[in-house]
């Protein structure tokens, strides 16, 4: 049985979206992950500030790897966020994935996103669905 680290390890290899963003793996275990990510001008929008989606895409992968690193291949059921603070090009925003249930079929979770002074910048929250086959 693969490690949730070497789980996650395999993600990234093959996550050419997550690379494109610059993710890079802070910390796993079960049921948890932190990531982070430096915030680049091409990615923001046209009010000059980051746009919307790359909070988000970074709450995605940090959702992901966590729900994901027992080995059991999970997909998003449902996705939400709010937005509290803007983000600018240069912040390094870290994502921090927390479980809040782990059932057999089904998994809730948590994931703040801090920038770099520490501010909360959005709150993400993903319920998985569990296919019970092996992503390793």
């Known amino acids: 049985m693969p490690s ?23 910390e796993v275990k079960e049921g948890y992950s932190k990531i ?8 923001l929008n046209g009010f ?12 995605d ?6 729900c994901n690193n027992r080995n059991n291949l ?9 937005f509290t603070k803007p983000v600018h090009p ?3 925003l870290t994502a921090e994935a927390k479980e809040l249930h782990n059932g057999r079929s ?6 703040a996103i801090h920038n770099q002074k520490d501010h909360l910048v959005a709150q993400f929250k993903g319920t998985c ?5 092996a992503l390793v």
């Open 48 to 59: 000059g500030i980051v746009h919307g989606g790359i909070a988000f895409s970074l709450g």
């Open 129 to 133: 669905y569990r296919t019970g086959k």
């Open 106 to 111: 089904t998994g809730l979770y948590h994931i």
């Open 90 to 92: 240069g912040d390094v």
């Open 74 to 82: 999970s997909v998003a059921l449902d996705t939400s966020i709010n």
């Open 4 to 26: 949730p680290k070497e789980v996650v390890a395999h993600m990234m290899l093959h996550d050419q979206f997550s690379q494109w963003l610059g993710i890079e793996v802070v």
């Open 61 to 66: 992968s940090a959702f992901a790897f966590a």
């Open 36 to 43: 982070k990510m430096t915030v680049r001008e091409e990615m």
